[in-house]
T-cell receptor, first 110, second 113 residues
Framework: SQTIHQWPATLVQPVGSPLSLECTVE??????LYWYRQAAGRGLQLLFY??????ISSEVPQNLSASRPQDRQFILSSKKLLLSDSGFYLC?????????FGPGTRLTVL | AQTVTQSQPEMSVQEAETVTLSCTYD???????LFWYKQPPSRQMILVIR??????QNATENRFSVNFQKAAKSFSLKISDSQLGDAAMYFC??????????FGKGTKLSVIP
């Protein structure tokens, strides 16, 4: 069966510090991978998606970036965090229909 | 642009009773998928049920069923025999052939013992 992991689960970072969130998928190959952000009490906003290694599409311009160094690994990064980057970050995968989500990372920028 | 509307920010139901959550969507596509996701306090998004637009039969998963009205662009979720573990945020989502999943803003469901 397929599983998706995210880490860390919780992160508190100062403004201006770098960020690296990691997502890995097991039990499948060539998945489509996604990064979402969810503000408190809101729906999900798609940030990035990837259909293959090195292929990244950005949905929302911002100071975040994403990379896919391996088939089942998806990384969300920032060089300098802003207060507005606080939120709940979810990684998801699919093979073309429903998406399956990881447990998420709660990021607080102080 | 596609939009998904959940008009009920909050709902409550007595344990063992039935509740229906509403969802409408706007699209010009003829082929697409619709989903309901559940987000409990742990905040992990869990797929509840899926409906393909080309299927006329409403999807059912145990106590969860949908009422899919394609012409009206309506996709409601019915939860029967509600249980305490059903308490969560419920998100309706739409997906055409592209990669993007469009979510509604969610309905918070409380289950009263």
């Amino acid at each position: 069966s397929q599983t998706i992991h995210q880490w860390p689960a919780t992160l508190v970072q100062p403004v201006g510090s770098p960020l690296s969130l990691e997502c890995t998928v097991e039990g499948t190959s060539n998945p489509n991978l996604y990064w979402y952000r969810q503000a408190a009490g809101r729906g999900l906003q798609l940030l990035f998606y990837s259909v293959g290694i090195g292929q990244i599409s950005s949905e929302v311009p911002q100071n975040l970036s994403a990379s896919r160094p391996q088939d089942r690994q998806f990384i969300l990064s920032s060089k300098k965090l802003l207060l507005s980057d606080s939120g709940f970050y979810l990684c998801a995968w699919d093979r073309g229909r429903e998406q399956f989500f990881g447990p998420g990372t709660r990021l607080t920028v102080l | 642009a596609q939009t998904v509307t959940q008009s009920q920010p909050e709902m409550s139901v007595q344990e063992a009773e039935t509740v229906t959550l509403s969802c409408t969507y706007d699209t010009s596509e003829s082929d697409y998928y619709l989903f309901w996701y559940k987000q409990p306090p742990s905040r992990q998004m869990i797929l509840v049920i899926r409906q393909e637009a080309y299927k006329q039969q409403n999807a059912t998963e145990n106590r969860f069923s949908v009422n899919f009205q394609k012409a009206a662009k309506s996709f409601s979720l019915k939860i029967s025999d509600s249980q305490l573990g059903d308490a969560a945020m419920y998100f309706c989502a739409y997906r055409p052939g592209s990669y993007q999943l469009t979510f509604g803003k969610g309905t918070k469901l409380s289950v009263i013992p």
